[in-house]
């Protein structure tokens, strides 16, 4: 679980606070999608998740966000918790997965928060197998990750943060650099983990995905929350995400411009005109 207690965050030399006064409560084994216009603070809602804001990133931060570990029970508060002990309960994968990868090998690059954790060889070796299987890279071992296509990449990115079996795992436009094919690949790894356990929270620009599949959605604007609820909830407001310049679903307008309930995906079409006669 994380949640949030009124968090306050302007970077420093901002005039105005990237959020406001956000209270937010992340379940175990849920999916939140995170939504809202550019600039609306979502990236700075995924870097306060994980301890990187306030303790890496500093500004000035008010409230709290606390982390506990499904495992233990036992609580952290990020302000008082080291980003290196946060990183192994809420694991954050980045939309440029190139800012992630640096090793000379895709085994290397798995290993190599391992090492930093100074676990035993053979426990790393066994995480880098399964975390490159999950993420369906496993036989590419030894290859240099710049050789990798875009979705290997944001792949090998998700490998190496869940390499680290963190509970969360916080994922910020992970599919904006790719094509539709490493989009899916991306995504198909994302569904599995969710349904696996982890804790999804994922901030996405093109928002047919987390309509089709969060749990819920968290809608932000000017770094407040100013909705949230199930997709379908959300769904029923979306005349408020175009004003604000969310991107929505064309099935969600088509079925509103038709009268229709709001259709979240184009497979609900069909149901939705039946439903009508
Ligand atoms: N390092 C920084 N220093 C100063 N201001 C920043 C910094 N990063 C973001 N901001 C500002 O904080 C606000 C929220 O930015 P943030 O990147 O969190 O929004 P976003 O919703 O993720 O936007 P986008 O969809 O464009 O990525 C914006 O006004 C932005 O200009």
Redesign the pocket.
Known sequence: MIELRDVTFR????K?P?LMDVSLKIGDGEFVGIL??????????ALTLNGIIPNS?RGAFSGEVIVRDPKTGKTFKTTETPVSKLSTLVGLVLQNPESQLFNMTVEDEVAFALENLGLPREEIAERVEWALKVVGLGGLENEFPPNLSGGEKQRLAIASVIAMKPSHLIL??PTSQLDPKGKREVLRVVEELNRAGTTVVM?E?DSRFLFRKADRLVV?NG?RVILQGTPREVAERVEELVEIGVKVPHSLLLSRALGLPPALSPQEFPSRVARRD
């Open positions: 970077y420093p030399r901002s105005n990237a809202g216009p550019s600039g609306s603070g979502k990236s700075t809602l990133i910020d436009e901030v620009h932000l770094g």
